[in-house]
């Protein structure tokens, strides 16, 4: 009971602690500041103390350590790769298409036009990381203040919000993204929204639970009867304890972005060319399945499928992390 009050008092206004220390008088004004200090400075250290547990957590799960690892690897591939290993991937080059890996200095390749194929799949890297990461943010974004927002406000208010994301997710996203793509030419920035514009349901869902769950805690209902408002409650209550469920989600998030690129880009429907993203290069070197060109296969697939469970890995790793600091609360 006392360490939420002291989260309420710590989250209130410095006017309003400020003001309570004045009305207490002379004698007991710097008693009030004194306890009010020291509860800031311990839970603090509580604060330190469960973050350092969450991160040793972490670091014991050795996939979790892998997965990490593999994502910052595959990011220093696709954008310092390029700047250390040069190529054109603009200008075709027909006379050295289908060169095998190791010829004329191309360490896998070259593909039907004399692309790269290294550092093609460095430049489709670039996309499917940047579209991955960007649209699964902003879907983890929206969809924890949407969902914590139609939680704590709950009535009539939460039933509108929550048919509303019931009724989207009832769409196949897939059969919609295709939809769009065939209508207007995708673009990076295109992909990013439409696909957040479906992915922000599922962290919604999830983010809604917790916040029906918090809303009527202790420290909630001393926040409130100190005169702190709804928003205030959502912002630095709701989100702050529902970012274990947050974080975690939004790994999943990306890891679900990237296959939709790539679904998107193997059906033909992704960012056009001289752009590259690996769902499309998977695509084109379909096509030399029974050609015996097997690095125009080989290389994309297995990046599609290297970073998707370095971020399923990353995820495990924190929803342990995240679980231990709950249950030492």
Known sequence: MSEPINDAVAGAPASSRSSSSRSSGPA??????????VGDATHARRQLGI??????????????VLGLCLVVALILFSFVG?????????????????????ELGHPLGTDSVGYDQLGRLMLGGQTSLIVGLCAGLLATAFGTLWGAAAGFIGGWVDAIMMRLVDALMSIPALFLFMLIATIITPTVPLLVLVI???????????????SIALRSREFILAMKGMGGSSGRAVRTHIVRNSIGTVIVNATFQVADAVLYVAYL??????????????????????????????WLILPPGIAIIVLVLAFNFVGDGLRDAFEVRLRKR
């Open 265 to 294: 880009s193997f059906l033909g429907l992704g960012v056009p060319p001289p752009a590259a993203n690996w769902g499309g290069m998977l695509s084109s070197g379909l096509s030399e399945v029974y050609s015996g060109n097997w």
């Open 196 to 210: 957040s514009a479906f992915a922000w349901l599922n962290p919604a869902r999830m983010v809604r639970g917790d």
């Open 51 to 64: 973050g350092r547990q969450g991160i040793a957590v972490f670091f014991e799960n050795k996939l979790a």
């Open 28 to 37: 007991g004004g710097g008693s009030g500041a004194a306890a009010v200090v």
């Open 82 to 102: 390029p700047l250390i290993y040069h190529t054109d991937q603009v200008h075709t080059d027909l006379a050295h298409a289908y060169l095998a890996p190791g």
